[in-house]
């Protein structure tokens, strides 16, 4: 079975700008949820997917958004880039909401310049 | 607010050796599932072992084992004749198993491990 695959790998992207990142959980995989990973903040939590459904947000400014799709792949959007959101981009599914097990895909590397 | 607590940034183990790396939490929760994940230079997140909090036999993986003690808030992962390909950075991560606020996954600072041949 294909593990979790996220496009693109590496991202530069100028401050002002908008990003537009995808994830495809693991097939069978109902929920999706996104984290920032920065050497100061370490591993945040963004938000949380389930059938197409927003259920859980981490603590972030409402430049970060995101959705998810009846295929359940998702994408999460950053609007106005700024500096500080250069990071690691970590998403990972599970079998369904509650379910304690996430599998993590490769990330998405995102430089703000 | 639940947290995770990893105190020690580095540790150094000699391949073949045996190393614990230590985790705290903190929680009000009575039911709760405690993970530990590895991160090689790769960046790909894997998970290395879970323990629920209501089993009181600690969970093992092969090389891998915990200590789990519930009532002090412990998670410590013990890697057993530590190899190569073990050198990477560990996290240990906290999750509630119900929906709702609470079900992200709360991780620790990390801690990185090199092994030296």
């Known amino acids: 079975k294909a593990g979790v695959t996220q496009t693109p790998r590496y991202l530069i992207k100028t401050r002002g700008q908008q990003v537009t990142l995808s994830c495809s959980p693991i097939s069978g995989h109902r929920s999706v949820s996104w984290y920032q990973q920065t050497p100061g903040q370490g591993l945040q939590f963004l938000f949380e997917y389930f059938s197409e459904t927003q259920r859980n947000k981490g603590n972030f400014p409402g430049r970060f958004s995101g959705r998810q799709f009846s295929n359940s792949r998702s994408e999460m959007n950053v609007s106005t880039l700024e500096l500080g959101d250069s990071a690691l981009y970590l998403c990972a599914s599970s079998w369904g909401q509650g379910t304690y097990e996430q599998y993590f895909g490769p990330g998405t590397r995102l430089t703000v310049t | 607010a639940q947290t995770v607590t990893q105190s020690q940034p580095e540790m150094s183990v000699q391949e073949a050796e045996t190393v614990t790396l230590s985790c705290t939490y903190d929680?009000?929760?009575?039911?709760?599932?405690l993970f530990w994940y590895k991160q090689p230079p790769s960046r790909q997140m894997i998970l290395v072992i879970r323990?629920?909090?209501?089993?009181?036999q600690n969970a093992t993986e092969n090389r891998f084992s915990v200590n789990f003690q519930k009532a002090a808030k412990s998670f410590s992962l013990k890697i057993s004749d530590s190899q190569l390909g073990d050198a990477a950075m560990y996290f240990c991560a906290y999750r509630q198993p119900h929906t709702g606020a609470n079900s992200k996954l709360t991780f620790g600072k990390g801690i990185t491990l090199s092994v030296r041949p």
């Open positions: 929680t009000s929760e009575s039911d709760y599932y």
């Open positions: 323990q629920e909090a209501y089993k009181q």
